[in-house]
């Protein structure tokens, strides 16, 4: 059985990538976001 790295191939030429931390990146500014803009409506 072959082990699973998280990363897929993509392309004709078969370049790995990492989709997986590509979408935690997304998610977590995304959240900063969300955060910041949070905060600045409720600072007192």
Known sequence: M???DGTANAG???M?????AVLAA???ESLDHEFLSFAT????
């Open 16 to 20: 790995a990538y990492d989709w997986q």
């Open 12 to 14: 004709r030429k078969g």
């Open 41 to 44: 409506q409720h600072a007192a």
């Open 2 to 4: 072959e082990n699973f």
């Open 26 to 28: 997304y998610e977590a």
